[in-house]
Each structure stands twice: as C-alpha cells, then as structure tokens.
C-alpha cells in the first residue's frame, strides 16, 4: 500500500481532527449498523467528543453525531486527510 | 403485492394486528428514528402518540383513521428504522410491513438537517414500492442551522412528491394530506428513481433475476428479492418464505397448494 | 401456481446467489450499501445548499458541559435532585387541597348513605372500600405524577436523554451491559411495562435481556409517590424546615441505590446465567430541540391524569371493594385479613416489616399504586383510629401501628426492589417469550428485596439502634 503509514484506526483520530474512512473490520450487527449509518470506505468523518469518563467518543458523520465505543472504533481503519482536502 | 380488499384486511389484522375496513385507504408512515413521524400521525389522526427527542420511542407499530375530502384512511406508525436490511426486531417490522402488506401509499419522513443520512432509506423503500410520499420534515430545524434545501429539484431528483413540512408547528400537514389523497387514488403516480448499482452488483443481479421472477407472482419486486439474497439476508429470505406460505395457502384453494406434492 | 413450487424456487434461488455471492470477492452487502449512499451523496450535492456558515454552536456549547468530564455527572444528579425537589414542594399542597375535599366528601357520602337508610355493607364497601381508596390514591398519587411528568417530558424533548445514555456508556459497559439501558430504565419510571417494550433498542439479546430483567429496580409511576409520602412522613417531616430538599435527596437516593442494583445485578448475570462480554454501542445524539414548553406541558399532564385516574378505577377501585371485604368477614375472633397477616406477620417481622405490609405488597401485585391504600385500610379495619384527612393524622395511624423509622425505611426499599408487578410481568413474559426468563424477572428482585430488608433489619437491631 503507498501509505500504509497514514492509515491508522478510527480510535485514534485525535479529538476535533477529520479522517476518511478506508474499511471496516467489524462483523455481523455491528457491521450492518455502522454500514447504515453511512459509514461506508470513502465517508469523511470528525471525531467531535468524548464522554466524561474518556468513551464512548461522538463522531460526526453526514451531518449526525455517532457515538461509539474505542473497542469497535478501533477495528474502522480510516486515512488522515492530507491538506487541501474537503473536510465534514 | 395486489390483494383484494377483503386479503388485505385478514392479513393485516392476522400478521401486523391492525384492524382496516374495506373502504380505508392505507397509508404507512416509515423514516429514519427521531424525525418526527410520530408528530406526523399525531397530527393527521388527532390522536396522541408518546414523542420525544431520542431515537427509539416508538417501538410498537401504532394505527389510527382520518378522514380527508371524505375519504376514509388509516394511517399506521411504524418504528424508526435506518435502513430495511433488516437486523433488529422493529426494523424487521417495519420491513415487514412495507413489503408485505401492502400499504396504498408509504410517506417516508426525512430529517431536513440531515438530508444524506435520511436518503438512505427512502432509496431503499422507493426499491420496495412506486407510491411513495417524501415527507422533508423538520424544516424549521434546517432553517436554524443555515440550511437550505431545493424542494422541486429534489422532486425533480427523487422522481416522487416531495412535502416540506414542519410537524410539531403544523406548517406543510394540508399539502401532505392532499398529496396522499393523489397518491392513494391513482391521481398522481410517482416514479421513484431506481438505483444503478456498481457493475458487480448489476452483473450478479442479472444473473438472479430470472430465477426470482415467478417467485412472487409479481407482488414483491423481484430486484428487491434479488439484492436481499445478494444481501445473504436471512431474516428477510424467513418473512418472505412465511408470506408466500400465507399468500397462498390461505388465500388460494387447497387444491392448487396441494399440486406440487 | 402453488406454495410448495414457490418456496422450492426461493431455496434454488438462494443457493445460486451461495454461488454467486462466493465468486465474487468483494462483499455484496457492503457494496450495495456504498452504492446507495453514493446516489444519497449526489442527490444531496444538487438540492443542498448552506446559507452561511454550518451552525452547531449551540449544540457545541451544551454538549461541552452536558458531558463534560468535571460536570457531566453533577449536572446529572442535580437534575434528579432538583426534578424530585419540584416535585415534591410542588405536589403538597395539592394533594393536601385535594385530600381535604375528597376525604370532606366522603363525609357528605355516609351522610347520604344513611339517609337513603341504606345498610351498613353496601356503606363499607363503596365508602370505605371504594371511595376511600380513589379518593386515596388521587390525592396522593396524582399531584406528584403530574408535575414529575410534564419536568421528565421536557427533558425528553429537549434531547437529554440520549446525552445520560452518553455519559454513563462506559459504566454500563464495566457491567457488560449497554448504556441504552439507562435510556429504558427512565422510561421505566414512566411503567415499568413501558420500560421493558423499550428494552428492543438494545440490539444484543443477551443485553436486552440484562435490561428487561432490571427494569424493575427503578421506582415507576405507582411505587414513587409511595416513597415521596413515606419519606415526608417519618424522614423530610422530622426536619421541618428544609424537608422538601431532605425529602428530594432521599427519593434521588433510593433511585440511585436501585441503579447500583440494576448494574451489579446486570453484572452478576453476565458473569452467570447470560455469560458474555459487552457488545457495541452505536447511539445517535440528535441535535437540542427547543421544546414546545406549553403544549408539552399541557399534554403531558393530561396524558398522565387520564393515565392515574384509569389505573385508579380499573384497579384501585375494585381493590378497595375486595379488601374491604376482606376486612369484614370473619372467621371466628379474626377477619379474614387479619389472619392473612398474622400468617404472615413472622416473617414479615424478620425483614423488618410487618405482617400486614408484606399482605399489602402481596395484594398489590396487580398495581403498585394500591399497596398504600390497602395497608392503611387494613390498618384502620383493625384498630381504634377511623379516618385520617393529613400526612400527620397518617403517621400517627403508622406510629400506632408499631411503625418506627427502620420500618419506613425498610418499606420504602422493599417497595423499591421486590417483585414486578402482574402488567410487567406480563409484558415481561411477551418480549421475551419465555417463562423462564419472566420468572427469573420475579424471582431476582424478590430475593433481592427480602435480603436487603432482613440484612438492614438485623444490622440495625443488633447495633441496638431501633
Ligand atoms: N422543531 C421541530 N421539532 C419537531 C418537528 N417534528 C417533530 N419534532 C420533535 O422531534 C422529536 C421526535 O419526534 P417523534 O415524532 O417522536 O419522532 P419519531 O420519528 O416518531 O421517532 P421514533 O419513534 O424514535 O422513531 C420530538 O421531540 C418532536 O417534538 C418539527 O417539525 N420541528
Ligand atoms: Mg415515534
């Protein structure tokens, strides 16, 4: 991959920053749900919050705030934006 | 599916436990959760289903009955769902009901401030049925947050009536209540856009759809059924295999069913 | 054409999508749904427009303190304190008005009874059976019901709620639960019936049925004017002048105590008969919306009226009739009520409380609501006392009848933690189509709420406190 190092996972996009989302890892549900929230690979997403205790995170994504939970965030791979490019 | 009146009234009341006369035209209310629907059917129907600002209040399939230009209609809630590739007990029916049971016209109820989330199911229900209402609800919503949506072009994009409403006000309920009037008798016949999937997709489709075609007798899209097996989508490929057993050993003659053995 | 051939071609046709769907590498499903949002994208892109810049500030500002890390959770506690706090300094004096009139009235009915020289049975029982348990259960349920609500509707429509499930995720998660449960433990408050139907946003069945399993442990409709007229009576009473703000930190503290509950038991069962770990969380935070102050207020005192005053006839009512029969048939020296309680006074002394409150919840497993009404009607069919108008004319009926404030106390958690009553079970029973399961939902917090009375009552006695 020509930038493997860019891609990282969605947990640990800093909070305020937008990534793009490259794939999910996930399975079954939990997949599906994410798939119909309109996280699909190529969606920009902005990590908006996090809880008072440091998860869940709220995400922003098509114009909606997403909350999710490290663990699954971690397994949604995502590509930072390189300058220049339309952000959420 | 076309069903005489009196199939349709043993189905609903058996499968969805809603009681529809004869005469009532249907209509069934669907939309992403929180959009206002259940603002929507307390309006219409004067009656007061619980609302609140949090995704999941409605749980349950609601009805009620209104009367508009002296035609009786009976208007039925379904619980908010994202999508009907269904994986959760409201969205199966909600799915369900779409599919099988036939409504005369489906409002779907958009959230104006989130317009590309809410479009995802709208396109899946236009896959579903042609009498679909677009309902953009929140409008005043959108206009506090500085946006602005292009109603006719969207129509125009959409290729069904497009109501721009704000429920809880009561501001765009009279069009929507004729536009459904139109809809639910033939008067105004939308042609919802069809999706063109990715070459992949399209390719695997063609290659199912002769398979599915006599499947329904035409009732339920065979593209639709094509995209859930493509899907591997087992809860639906279950209520289908149900409502077929339904549609026919109930309805038709024992004889016919008893053929195949 | 026939069913068999029909679902003959649907297995065909899923067997050759198998196929398909396998000589493709890429996945269909996800595909398909890229390819929808692609047209969504598009569509967006020719009807969208902003006009000047996108404005989230708003929502920025509260989220940021809503949960925020320092004040996230004080903020939460200070609205339930503060819900409770209106609610009961709100609900006084309206229930005093509205006892002192029906109770006034009752009066005017023997009257009228009397004239019509009609004998002293048909009296009892819809005097004194039925009319005083309406009367009972209007004054003191109603009042609090209807300012609790509209406050509780607010909140729902301003879009806090999902803000709770927000802040305390990570709690429900150390007890491999979903933080939605606390999304259907406050419509729990509402009904506990109501509460287990909303237990279907939890998407992982082993977590919804955590959730349907400990509904029960936050106070509904029925149980918390209970809690508020006890705690005014023996707690909020003995310090007159702050006891609203007493009476307000108590009942938050009996609901936080049945949130410690519901998590160690989800925990418990989680560690046990639903072993698993937790699943996922996906929750949409919608955007504030200003509610419609006015029409919610409006409505929702309504709805919760009508709400008390059906449950009142359906059940109080006909409740009131039957004890009241209950009371005045006898079987040689006792009635047949007091015999019930003195069966069961033994066991009712060892947690705690007495023989004819452990009846009263027993009969009130139809509706809460009636548990009060029964007690104190069983009460006054056996003692000296005849009526009572006040809370003080209440807690000398309690006093006289041994009460001290290890019983209140000991009430007040039996009442928060014993068995659901017949329309949760029910419900319980439909959602989950299992007996198991629903007996298990009565089972859990009936052990629960007899051990936590008998281990408070035995400590309490034997460091000679009460
Ligand atoms: N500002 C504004 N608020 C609205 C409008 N329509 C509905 N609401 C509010 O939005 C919230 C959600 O409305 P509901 O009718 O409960 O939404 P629903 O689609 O039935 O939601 P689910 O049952 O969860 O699927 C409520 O608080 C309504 O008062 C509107 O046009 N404008
Ligand atoms: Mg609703």
Same mark, same amino acid.
């Given at each position: 991959?020509k ?8 947990s640990?996009? %800093?909070?305020?920053?937008a990534c793009?989302?490259? %794939? ?9 749900r ?16 996090r809880?008072?205790?440091?998860d ?19 397994q ?13 | ?22 005469? =009532? ?5 669907a ?17 007061h289903?619980h609302t ?6 409605t749980?349950?399939?609601?009805h ?10 009976? /208007?039925?809630?379904?619980?908010g ?8 007990v409201?969205? =199966? ?13 489906t409002v779907?109820? +958009? ?5 590309e989330?809410? +479009? ?6 236009f ?6 209402i677009?309902?953009?609800n929140l409008?005043?919503?959108a206009?506090k947050?500085?946006?602005? /949506?292009d ?13 721009a409403?704000?429920a809880?006000?009561?501001k765009g ?6 536009k /459904?009037?139109?809809v ?19 390719s ?23 995209l859930?097996?493509?899907d591997?989508d =087992?809860?639906?490929?279950e ?8 549609? =026919?050993?109930?309805?038709q ?5 008893k053929?195949?053995? | 054409?026939?069913?068999?051939s ?7 046709a899923?067997g050759q999508?198998?196929?398909v769907?396998k ?6 499903s996800?595909q ?10 598009q $569509?967006t892109?020719?009807?969208?427009s ?5 404005r989230i ?12 890390k320092?004040f ?6 200070? *609205?339930l304190v503060?819900?409770?706090?209106i ?10 008005l ?10 005017q009915? #023997? ?12 009296h009892g ?6 009319y005083r ?7 003191v349920?109603l ?10 509707t ?7 709620? &999902?803000?709770?499930a927000?802040n ?6 150390k007890?491999?639960?979903c933080?939605k449960?606390? *999304?259907?433990?406050c419509?729990?408050?509402g ?13 992982? &069945?082993?977590?919804?049925?955590i959730?349907?399993? @400990?509904n029960?442990?936050v ?12 705690t ?6 003995? $310090? ?21 509950? #519901?998590?160690t ?7 046990t008969?639903?072993?698993?770990? &937790?699943?996922s ?24 009226? *009508? ?6 006839? $359906? ?10 029969i ?8 006792l ?7 003195h069966t ?8 705690g409380l007495?023989?004819f ?17 029964? *007690?104190?009607?069983?009460?006054l069919? @056996?003692?000296s006392l ?9 807690r ?9 404030w ?17 329309? @949760?079970?029910l419900?319980?029973?439909?959602? @989950?189509?299992s007996?198991?399961?629903t007996?298990?939902?009565f089972? $859990?917090? #009936? ?17 000679g406190?009460?």
């Amino acid at each position: 991959m020509k930038n493997a190092e860019r891609i990282n996972s969605l947990s640990d996009l %800093s909070l305020g920053s937008a990534c793009q989302i490259v %794939s999910l890892e996930l399975s079954g549900l939990l997949r599906r749900r994410i798939l119909d929230l309109g996280i699909v690979p190529g969606t920009l997403i902005r990590s908006i919050r996090r809880g008072p205790s440091g998860d869940p995170t709220a995400y922003l994504v098509r114009g909606t705030l997403i909350a999710l939970r490290s663990e699954d965030a971690s397994q949604i791979l995502v590509r930072k934006l390189s300058n220049g490019e339309e952000c959420v | 599916m076309i069903l005489s009146a009196e199939k349709k009234s043993l189905l609903w009341q058996n499968y969805f436990g809603v009681t529809i006369r004869n005469d =009532q035209l249907s209509i069934a209310l669907a939309g992403n959760p929180n959009v206002g629907k259940s603002t929507i059917f307390n309006a219409l129907t004067g009656l007061h289903q619980h609302t609140g600002n949090w995704p999941g209040k409605t749980v349950n399939n609601a009805h009620g009955s209104y009367q508009y230009q002296k035609k009786p209609f009976l /208007i039925v809630d379904l619980p908010g769902t994202y999508s009907l590739l269904a994986h959760t007990v409201e969205e =199966q029916i909600a799915r369900d009901f779409l599919c099988f049971a036939n409504p005369d016209v489906t409002v779907v109820v +958009l959230d104006a401030t989130s317009l590309e989330r809410n +479009l995802n199911l709208a396109l899946q229900v236009f896959e579903i049925t042609p009498n679909v209402i677009v309902c953009l609800n929140l409008m005043d919503e959108a206009k506090k947050k500085n946006l602005v /949506i292009d109603v006719p072009s969207l129509e125009r994009e959409l290729g069904v009536p497009v109501v721009a409403t704000a429920a809880r006000q009561g501001k765009g309920l009279e069009e929507l209540r004729e536009k /459904i009037l139109q809809v639910a008798t033939g008067l105004l016949q939308p042609t919802p856009r069809q999706i063109k999937y990715s070459s992949d997709v399209e390719s695997a489709l063609k290659e199912l759809l002769p398979l599915v075609e006599n499947i329904t007798n035409n009732s339920l899209s065979p593209r639709w059924i094509a995209l859930r097996l493509l899907d591997g989508d =087992q809860s639906f490929l279950e209520s289908l295999s149900n409502f077929l057993d339904i549609d =026919q050993v109930s309805f038709q003659d024992w004889e016919e069913s008893k053929c195949a053995q | 054409m026939c069913a068999m051939s029909s679902s003959r071609n649907l297995s065909e046709a899923y067997g050759q999508a198998e196929y398909v769907r396998k000589a493709y590498r890429n996945s269909f499903s996800d595909q398909i749904v890229a390819d929808i949002y692609g047209n969504a994208e598009q $569509i967006t892109k020719h009807v969208l427009s902003s006009k000047g810049r996108h404005r989230i500030g708003f929502d920025q500002i509260i989220d940021n303190l809503v949960t925020s890390k320092w004040f996230g959770y004080p903020l939460m506690i200070l *609205l339930l304190v503060g819900v409770f706090w209106i609610t009961i300094e709100g609900a006084n004096i309206p229930s005093g008005l509205l006892a002192s009139v029906l109770f006034a009235f009752q009066d005017q009915l #023997t009257l009228g009874f009397q004239w019509l020289g009609a004998p002293d049975w048909v009296h009892g029982v819809l005097v004194l059976g039925v009319y005083r348990t309406l009367a009972w259960v209007v004054s003191v349920m109603l009042p609090p019901m209807a300012i609790f609500f509209p406050l509780f509707t607010l909140l729902e429509d301003s879009g806090y709620l &999902p803000r709770i499930a927000f802040n305390l995720d990570h709690i429900f998660k150390k007890a491999k639960a979903c933080g939605k449960q606390s *999304l259907t433990m406050c419509m729990g408050f509402g009904c506990n019936a109501a509460g287990v139907t909303s237990c279907r946003i939890i998407d992982s &069945p082993r977590e919804r049925l955590i959730a349907i399993l @400990t509904n029960n442990f936050v106070p509904c409709n029925g149980r918390f004017p209970t809690l508020i007229a006890i705690t005014s009576i023996f707690i909020g009473g003995a $310090i007159a002048s702050y006891s609203g703000i007493i009476n307000a930190l108590v009942i938050s503290g009996m609901i936080l105590l049945g949130i410690a509950v #519901t998590l160690t038991v989800s925990w418990l069962l989680s560690i046990t008969i639903l072993k698993g770990e &937790p699943s996922s969380l996906v929750l949409e935070l919608p955007s504030y919306r200003r509610p419609k102050i006015g029409a919610v207020i409006y409505r929702s005192v309504i709805d919760r009226t *009508l709400f008390v005053l059906r449950r009142a006839i $359906i059940i109080a009512a006909p409740a009131g009739a039957v004890i009241w029969i209950l009371a005045n048939i006898y079987i040689g020296e006792l009635s047949i009520l007091s015999t019930v309680a003195h069966t069961l006074n033994p066991l009712g002394k060892l947690i705690g409380l007495d023989g004819f409150i452990l009846m009263a919840f027993i009969l009130g497993l139809p509706a809460n609501e009636i548990v009060m009404p029964i *007690l104190i009607m069983s009460y006054l069919s @056996t003692g000296s006392l005849q009526d009572f108008a006040s809370l003080e004319e209440l807690r000398n009926v309690l006093v006289s009848n041994g009460w001290t404030w290890l019983t209140a106390v000991n009430v007040m958690l039996f009442s928060l933690l014993h068995w659901p009553c017949a329309t @949760t079970l029910l419900t319980t029973y439909k959602e @989950t189509g299992s007996k198991k399961w629903t007996f298990l939902s009565f089972l $859990i917090p #009936t052990l629960i709420g007899f051990s936590a009375c008998f281990i408070l009552t035995q400590v309490v006695r034997m460091l000679g406190l009460a």
